[in-house]
Protein backbone atom coordinates (compact mmCIF):
# COMPACT_ATOMS: atom_id res chain seq x y z
CA UNK A 1 0.00 0.00 0.00
CA UNK A 2 1.26 3.25 -1.09
CA UNK A 3 1.88 6.12 1.27
CA UNK A 4 -0.22 9.80 0.36
CA UNK A 5 1.85 11.77 -2.35
CA UNK A 6 -0.64 14.98 -2.08
CA UNK A 7 -0.91 16.96 1.16
CA UNK A 8 -4.27 17.28 3.01
CA UNK A 9 -5.67 20.52 4.95
CA UNK A 10 -8.88 19.51 7.18
CA UNK A 11 -11.34 21.93 9.49
CA UNK A 12 -14.24 20.76 11.67
CA UNK A 13 -17.03 22.20 13.37
CA UNK A 14 -18.23 21.42 16.50
CA UNK A 15 -21.45 22.77 18.55
CA UNK A 16 -21.02 21.96 22.33
CA UNK A 17 -24.92 22.35 24.13
CA UNK A 18 -24.88 21.68 27.93
CA UNK A 19 -22.00 19.76 27.85
CA UNK A 20 -18.30 19.21 29.38
CA UNK A 21 -16.55 18.91 26.05
CA UNK A 22 -12.83 18.58 27.70
CA UNK A 23 -12.71 18.72 31.89
CA UNK A 24 -9.55 20.17 32.74
CA UNK A 25 -8.69 17.74 36.05
CA UNK A 26 -6.30 20.23 37.33
CA UNK A 27 -9.16 22.89 37.84
CA UNK A 28 -12.04 21.05 39.18
CA UNK A 29 -13.38 18.95 35.74
CA UNK A 30 -14.34 22.65 34.65
CA UNK A 31 -14.50 22.64 30.62
CA UNK A 32 -11.54 23.99 29.66
CA UNK A 33 -10.74 27.60 28.56
CA UNK A 34 -7.79 30.03 27.81
CA UNK A 35 -7.53 33.22 30.06
CA UNK A 36 -10.00 34.72 27.15
CA UNK A 37 -12.63 33.24 27.85
CA UNK A 38 -12.83 30.63 24.63
CA UNK A 39 -13.17 27.22 24.98
CA UNK A 40 -10.69 24.55 24.37
CA UNK A 41 -11.00 21.01 23.47
CA UNK A 42 -7.40 19.54 23.72
CA UNK A 43 -5.54 17.69 20.47
CA UNK A 44 -4.75 14.88 22.99
CA UNK A 45 -8.88 14.75 23.62
CA UNK A 46 -9.73 15.21 20.26
CA UNK A 47 -6.98 12.53 19.07
CA UNK A 48 -8.72 9.89 21.56
CA UNK A 49 -12.28 10.20 20.07
CA UNK A 50 -10.25 9.54 16.62
CA UNK A 51 -8.53 6.60 17.86
CA UNK A 52 -12.24 5.41 19.35
CA UNK A 53 -13.94 6.04 15.82
CA UNK A 54 -11.33 4.04 13.80
CA UNK A 55 -12.00 1.17 16.85
CA UNK A 56 -15.40 0.84 15.93
CA UNK A 57 -14.62 0.65 12.16
CA UNK A 58 -12.34 -2.70 12.71
CA UNK A 59 -8.99 -0.94 12.99
CA UNK A 60 -6.20 -2.09 14.81
CA UNK A 61 -5.36 0.56 18.00
CA UNK A 62 -1.67 1.10 19.73
CA UNK A 63 -2.78 3.43 22.23
CA UNK A 64 -6.40 1.84 23.72
CA UNK A 65 -8.37 2.89 26.32
CA UNK A 66 -8.52 0.77 28.98
CA UNK A 67 -12.65 0.12 28.73
CA UNK A 68 -11.88 -0.49 25.43
CA UNK A 69 -8.77 -2.88 24.87
CA UNK A 70 -9.97 -5.15 22.95
CA UNK A 71 -6.56 -7.59 23.47
CA UNK A 72 -6.36 -8.38 26.16
CA UNK A 73 -3.50 -6.27 26.56
CA UNK A 74 -2.47 -4.34 30.38
CA UNK A 75 -0.42 -1.82 29.30
CA UNK A 76 1.40 -0.33 25.70
CA UNK A 77 4.45 -2.52 26.96
CA UNK A 78 2.49 -5.70 27.03
CA UNK A 79 0.92 -4.61 23.79
CA UNK A 80 4.20 -4.51 21.82
CA UNK A 81 5.75 -7.31 23.45
CA UNK A 82 2.49 -9.56 22.45
CA UNK A 83 3.03 -8.81 19.10
CA UNK A 84 5.45 -11.51 17.70
CA UNK A 85 7.18 -9.98 14.63
CA UNK A 86 7.69 -6.46 16.82
CA UNK A 87 9.41 -9.08 19.46
CA UNK A 88 11.88 -10.48 16.69
CA UNK A 89 12.75 -7.03 15.68
CA UNK A 90 13.74 -6.05 19.18
CA UNK A 91 15.58 -9.17 19.97
CA UNK A 92 17.77 -7.94 16.61
CA UNK A 93 17.79 -4.66 17.64
CA UNK A 94 16.69 -3.46 14.17
CA UNK A 95 15.00 -0.34 14.62
CA UNK A 96 14.05 0.09 11.12
CA UNK A 97 12.41 -3.05 10.93
CA UNK A 98 10.26 -2.50 14.62
CA UNK A 99 8.87 0.73 12.92
CA UNK A 100 7.98 -0.83 9.62
CA UNK A 101 6.24 -3.25 11.92
CA UNK A 102 4.63 -0.78 14.26
CA UNK A 103 3.49 1.06 11.63
CA UNK A 104 2.25 -1.96 9.65
CA UNK A 105 0.33 -2.65 12.37
CA UNK A 106 -1.33 -0.04 14.21
CA UNK A 107 -3.25 2.65 12.31
CA UNK A 108 -2.80 5.63 14.98
CA UNK A 109 0.94 4.75 14.76
CA UNK A 110 1.45 5.00 11.25
CA UNK A 111 -0.77 8.13 11.83
CA UNK A 112 -0.10 10.15 14.46
CA UNK A 113 3.06 8.62 15.81
CA UNK A 114 4.40 7.07 18.57
CA UNK A 115 7.14 6.69 21.02
CA UNK A 116 8.45 2.92 22.32
CA UNK A 117 10.59 3.37 24.80
CA UNK A 118 10.06 0.46 27.06
CA UNK A 119 11.49 -1.70 30.52
CA UNK A 120 13.58 -4.19 29.09
CA UNK A 121 13.13 -3.23 25.69
CA UNK A 122 16.23 -3.91 23.40
CA UNK A 123 14.87 -0.67 20.77
CA UNK A 124 14.14 2.73 21.57
CA UNK A 125 12.11 4.91 18.59
CA UNK A 126 10.26 7.89 18.21
CA UNK A 127 7.87 7.74 15.18
CA UNK A 128 7.12 11.08 13.84
CA UNK A 129 3.29 10.86 12.51
CA UNK A 130 1.59 12.58 9.42
CA UNK A 131 -1.42 13.44 11.34
CA UNK A 132 -1.67 17.38 13.08
CA UNK A 133 -4.29 18.19 15.22
CA UNK A 134 -4.53 21.27 16.72
CA UNK A 135 -6.22 22.33 20.25
CA UNK A 136 -9.59 23.30 18.90
CA UNK A 137 -10.92 26.74 20.43
CA UNK A 138 -14.60 27.90 20.46
CA UNK A 139 -15.50 30.77 18.23
CA UNK A 140 -16.62 33.40 21.01
CA UNK A 141 -15.92 32.94 24.62
CA UNK A 142 -17.89 30.20 26.32
CA UNK A 143 -20.63 30.42 29.25
CA UNK A 144 -19.93 27.70 31.67
CA UNK A 145 -22.97 26.97 34.60
CA UNK A 146 -22.52 24.46 37.50
CA UNK A 147 -24.16 22.20 38.93
CA UNK A 148 -24.55 21.21 42.76
CA UNK A 149 -25.43 17.82 42.84
CA UNK A 150 -26.15 15.41 46.04
CA UNK A 151 -25.64 11.68 46.98
CA UNK A 152 -28.73 9.96 48.14
CA UNK A 153 -27.84 6.51 48.70
CA UNK A 154 -25.63 5.27 51.12
CA UNK A 155 -21.89 3.84 49.35
CA UNK A 156 -21.35 1.47 52.42
CA UNK A 157 -23.72 -0.41 55.20
CA UNK A 158 -24.26 1.42 57.85
CA UNK A 159 -26.56 -0.39 60.05
CA UNK A 160 -29.59 1.47 59.12
CA UNK A 161 -28.13 4.92 59.76
CA UNK A 162 -28.13 7.43 56.67
CA UNK A 163 -24.59 8.79 55.72
CA UNK A 164 -24.50 12.63 55.16
CA UNK A 165 -25.52 13.51 51.68
CA UNK A 166 -22.13 13.92 49.35
CA UNK A 167 -22.31 17.64 48.05
CA UNK A 168 -20.67 17.74 44.39
CA UNK A 169 -20.78 19.61 41.08
CA UNK A 170 -21.20 19.23 37.29
CA UNK A 171 -19.76 21.62 35.05
CA UNK A 172 -20.79 22.52 31.69
CA UNK A 173 -20.59 24.53 28.92
CA UNK A 174 -24.26 26.33 27.77
CA UNK A 175 -23.64 26.67 23.93
CA UNK A 176 -20.12 26.83 22.02
CA UNK A 177 -19.06 26.64 18.33
CA UNK A 178 -15.75 24.88 18.42
CA UNK A 179 -13.42 24.94 15.82
CA UNK A 180 -10.66 21.48 14.73
CA UNK A 181 -8.10 22.13 12.61
CA UNK A 182 -5.46 19.69 11.20
CA UNK A 183 -3.05 18.93 8.35
CA UNK A 184 -1.45 15.44 6.89
CA UNK A 185 1.64 15.66 6.03
CA UNK A 186 3.04 13.29 3.00
CA UNK A 187 6.57 13.58 3.48
CA UNK A 188 6.50 11.87 6.80
CA UNK A 189 3.27 9.54 5.81
CA UNK A 190 6.13 8.01 3.69
CA UNK A 191 8.11 7.15 6.39
CA UNK A 192 4.81 5.59 8.05
CA UNK A 193 3.43 3.67 5.00
CA UNK A 194 0.14 6.27 5.55
CA UNK A 195 -2.06 5.81 2.44
CA UNK A 196 -4.81 7.45 1.02
CA UNK A 197 -7.03 4.71 2.44
CA UNK A 198 -5.62 5.45 5.96
CA UNK A 199 -6.86 9.35 4.90
CA UNK A 200 -10.16 8.51 4.22
CA UNK A 201 -10.51 6.37 7.39
CA UNK A 202 -9.06 9.64 9.08
CA UNK A 203 -12.04 11.67 7.30
CA UNK A 204 -14.72 9.00 8.21
CA UNK A 205 -13.78 9.36 11.99
CA UNK A 206 -13.58 13.03 11.94
CA UNK A 207 -17.37 12.89 10.34
CA UNK A 208 -18.49 11.19 13.21
CA UNK A 209 -16.22 12.36 15.89
CA UNK A 210 -19.17 11.98 19.09
CA UNK A 211 -20.56 8.56 17.91
CA UNK A 212 -20.80 5.83 20.88
CA UNK A 213 -19.35 8.76 23.18
CA UNK A 214 -21.76 9.85 25.19
CA UNK A 215 -21.36 10.05 28.75
CA UNK A 216 -22.74 11.54 31.89
CA UNK A 217 -20.52 14.92 31.14
CA UNK A 218 -21.33 14.61 27.40
CA UNK A 219 -25.39 13.90 27.13
CA UNK A 220 -25.67 11.62 23.50
CA UNK A 221 -26.78 14.44 21.01
CA UNK A 222 -24.85 17.37 23.35
CA UNK A 223 -21.76 17.38 21.16
CA UNK A 224 -22.25 17.64 17.12
CA UNK A 225 -20.01 17.49 14.25
CA UNK A 226 -21.66 20.02 12.22
CA UNK A 227 -19.38 20.47 9.01
CA UNK A 228 -16.22 18.97 8.06
CA UNK A 229 -14.41 21.02 5.38
CA UNK A 230 -11.52 18.60 3.44
CA UNK A 231 -8.83 20.09 1.39
CA UNK A 232 -6.66 18.05 -0.91
CA UNK A 233 -3.71 19.55 -2.83
CA UNK A 234 -2.35 18.95 -5.95
CA UNK A 235 1.48 18.09 -4.58
CA UNK A 236 2.89 17.15 -1.34
CA UNK A 237 3.90 20.40 -0.83
CA UNK A 238 0.61 21.82 -1.03
CA UNK A 239 -0.67 24.79 -2.92
CA UNK A 240 -0.62 27.02 0.08
CA UNK A 241 0.06 26.82 3.75
CA UNK A 242 -2.13 25.01 6.29
CA UNK A 243 -2.42 28.60 8.19
CA UNK A 244 -3.44 30.27 4.49
CA UNK A 245 -5.96 27.17 4.35
CA UNK A 246 -7.64 27.40 7.34
CA UNK A 247 -7.66 30.92 7.22
CA UNK A 248 -10.19 30.60 4.22
CA UNK A 249 -13.21 30.07 6.66
CA UNK A 250 -14.40 32.72 7.91
CA UNK A 251 -17.24 32.65 10.69
CA UNK A 252 -19.04 35.36 11.93
CA UNK A 253 -21.72 35.59 14.86
CA UNK A 254 -25.28 36.97 13.58
CA UNK A 255 -26.22 37.22 16.94
CA UNK A 256 -24.65 39.16 20.26
CA UNK A 257 -25.38 35.77 21.97
CA UNK A 258 -25.09 32.39 20.02
CA UNK A 259 -27.15 29.67 20.90
CA UNK A 260 -27.48 27.14 18.11
CA UNK A 261 -25.01 26.81 14.81
CA UNK A 262 -27.84 28.64 13.06
CA UNK A 263 -26.63 31.64 14.87
CA UNK A 264 -23.06 31.89 12.50
CA UNK A 265 -22.51 32.51 9.06
CA UNK A 266 -19.77 30.29 7.54
CA UNK A 267 -17.91 32.47 4.75
CA UNK A 268 -16.02 29.89 2.53
CA UNK A 269 -13.43 32.48 0.77
CA UNK A 270 -12.07 30.79 -2.19
CA UNK A 271 -8.54 29.76 -2.75
CA UNK A 272 -7.16 29.30 -6.41
CA UNK A 273 -6.78 25.67 -7.38
CA UNK A 274 -8.07 24.50 -4.24
CA UNK A 275 -11.53 23.17 -3.38
CA UNK A 276 -12.39 21.55 -0.42
CA UNK A 277 -14.97 18.97 0.08
CA UNK A 278 -17.39 19.59 2.39
CA UNK A 279 -18.94 16.81 4.36
CA UNK A 280 -22.52 18.24 6.79
CA UNK A 281 -23.18 16.91 10.00
CA UNK A 282 -25.06 13.44 10.24
Known amino acids: MSSITNKIDFEVLVTVNKANPNGDPLNGNRPREDFDGFGEISDVCI ?67 QVFAFK ?26 TMQITKSVNGEDLKGKKAADTMGSKNRVEFGLYVIKGSINPQLAEKTGFSDEDAEKIKEALATLFENDASAARPDGSME ?29 KVQSPKSFDDYEIIEHPLEGLTPEVIEGR
Not at 245 to 252: D, P, T
Open 47 to 113: KRKIRNRLQDMGERIFVQSQERCDDGATSLSDRAKKNDELAKADKAKNSDLYQEVACKTWIDVRAFG
Open 120 to 145: GSNTSIGVRGPVSVQTAVSVDPIDIS
Open 225 to 253: VKRVYWWKHDSKLGKYSAATVHRSIEIKS
